[in-house]
């Protein structure tokens, strides 16, 4: 049992500690938890003291994070001017925001006390309209310079903020991809096919450019929340494209492409250096950039595990929302023998560039459910592995965590072929519209130029065996509609007739198969791909 004074130095110890991480955090060094000094007193905040802007991206409702970021900035507060921000993905990508359409995600934010947010793609996925009554709830502005209504071409949220922090100003500009024009095309039309909205790609970094010129006579440091990555891509936009493009900026809080960047440096168009950042993805880390007295700044990842702080009133909303979630999602739906994979050894995503088990079992659920000829889904629509053992509603959830449904589209073989050429021109490379597919087998034949890439491509029949696809016969494609909107599969079905629409959520379609015609049981037969996609 432990004694009076082993409580006493035990509490000693704890203080010495809290004291030496305050520090260690507004010097701009790791902090870990376990680290203690002999001498280190904590001062009270000057006006000239330092700023801390502690930052996410593509959180994508890991919502069990939020109560450590929210320890941390409260606990450097004490010491430092803080700025907590986030660079955008937060409510879809999970149960918290699939359940209630972005709700959960909004209180969570609120409680948090966000100073500004930028826009990820994903927060287009409820649609627009879904978006911007999501946006009213929330208690801090959204930043973002391209996205506008049209043909107006007026912005829908401010461009930038400015915060005062002691005898500093900080500036905030917010971005958003212009890659979310297609991979949420949806949300940018109404139902009859007329754009309403645009994200403005061609003129993006003159945008961004233009909102740090208003505001850089009136701050001292400017600072981009952007949503655009690091990687190349059909737009043009990335962000370090941006930095090469602009002047004036000192530091891009990154996101998109989930990327753990503790620092990077990217020469402006003048030459000077500006600094690039990336979290990872659903709270790998936290990120902490800290704006010294004299100007100097340092950027750094905190990894959750090392944070020991909880916010309280964070940790009672997140907890409130995981009990509603539990009585949701805690169903036990089907037993797997198997571990239902995504990723690859390394931790790629191989849902995105090969056949997976848990592709093959989705396919088959589109398949057998609606009835159709064959079936196909996007490999970025698969979002995690599941282990084997009892699978809840939660976990399939999680799985395929968007607001997608299944419905069935004409398609001749030739449109098939062509469509299976487009999606898999960049393998081995990761890419999200990589089919996964059921009813058909086909290869990829890497030696070939692209498009000539698929060969021996074969459909099943109705007598269980595979037969040449026939180049001039419309055949009926079971996939979601993600895919038929222009969201998905490059947009290569968008002028294809769409003979049922919305049959089912794409999840409860996998439910329904799991439950009524696998008896709840997902055998060794999805053990491993079965080979349905061959690449030479």
């Known amino acids: 049992m432990q004694t009076g004074e082993d409580k006493r130095k035990q509490m000693k110890k704890t203080i010495k500690t809290i004291k ?12 870990v938890a376990c680290q203690t000094s002999t001498s280190v007193d904590v001062c009270p905040k000057k006006a000239d003291a330092s700023i801390v802007v502690v930052y996410d991206n593509d959180v994508h409702c890991g919502i069990e994070g939020y109560a450590r970021m929210a320890g941390l900035r409260d606990m450097i507060a004490d010491t430092a001017y803080t700025l907590t921000v986030s660079n955008g993905d937060y409510y879809q990508g999970g149960p918290a925001g699939a359940l ?15 100073d500004a947010v930028a826009l990820g793609n994903h927060e287009f996925d409820y649609k627009t309209p879904r978006q911007l009554e999501l946006m009213k709830r929330f208690n801090a502005p959204v930043l973002c310079v391209n996205f506008v209504e049209l043909p107006t071409g007026k912005r829908i ?10 005898k500093k100003k900080v500036g905030l500009v917010g971005v958003v991809t212009p890659t979310a024009l297609y991979t949420e095309e949806y949300a940018f039309f109404d139902e009859q096919g007329k754009q309403l909205y645009g994200l403005c790609e061609k003129e ?3 945008m961004v450019q233009q909102a740090v010129n208003d505001i850089r006579k009136k701050v001292d440091y400017v600072i981009v929340l952007a949503h655009l990555g690091e990687d190349e891509n059909e737009t043009g936009v990335d962000s370090h494209g941006l930095i090469k493009a602009t002047n004036g900026i000192d530091v891009v809080l990154d996101g998109h492409t989930h990327s753990l960047i503790p620092q990077d440096v990217v020469m402006n168009k003048d030459g000077r250096p500006v600094l690039v950042s990336q979290t990872g993805t659903k709270f790998q880390s936290v990120g902490k950039l800290v704006i010294r007295p004299d100007g100097t700044m340092s950027t750094e990842l905190i990894q959750m595990k090392d944070i020991p702080y909880i916010d309280r ?75 084997k053992g009892q699978l809840t509603y939660g976990d399939l959830v999680t799985l395929m965590p968007f607001d997608n449904y299944v419905c069935i589209v004409d398609i001749t073989g030739a449109q098939l072929k062509d469509l299976l050429e487009d999606c898999t021109k960049h393998t081995p ?15 990829i034949d890497k030696r070939r130029t692209v498009g000539d890439r698929i060969t021996d ?15 001039d016969r419309t055949y009926n494609l079971a996939t979601i509609d993600y895919c038929v909107t222009g969201g998905g599969f490059v947009g290569k079905l968008k002028q294809n007739r769409v003979s049922k629409p919305s049959i089912i959520v794409y999840n409860e ?3 329904q198969y799991v439950t009524d015609n696998l008896k709840g049981h997902v055998g060794k037969e999805y053990a491993e791909p079965q080979g349905r996609i061959i690449i030479k």
């Open 429 to 443: 490379l990761e890419f999200g519209d990589f089919p996964q597919v059921s009813g058909i087998k086909f290869t």
């Open 20 to 31: 030496t991480i305050a520090m260690m955090a507004i010097a701009g060094m790791t902090m």
């Open 457 to 471: 491509l074969v459909i099943l029949d109705k007598s269980g065996n595979y037969e040449p696809v026939v180049m």
């Open 157 to 166: 949220y401010a461009a930038s903020e400015v915060k005062k922090l002691g």
């Open 313 to 387: 009133t964070v940790r009672l909303v997140t907890d409130s929302i995981q009990a509603k979630l539990s009585a949701q999602t805690a169903r036990p739906i089907c037993q797997s023998d198997v571990e239902l994979k995504i990723l690859d050894a390394e931790g790629k995503q191989q849902v995105r560039y090969a056949e997976t088990n848990s592709g093959d079992l989705v396919a088959d659920a589109y398949r057998i459910v609606t009835g159709a000829d064959f079936a196909m889904t996007n490999g970025g629509g698969l979002r995690v592995d599941l282990p």
């Open 204 to 206: 993006t970094y003159q």
């Open 509 to 511: 379609c996998l439910i």
């Open 100 to 114: 209630s359409k972005g709700e959960y995600i909004i209180d969570i934010l609120n409680s948090v006390g966000y």
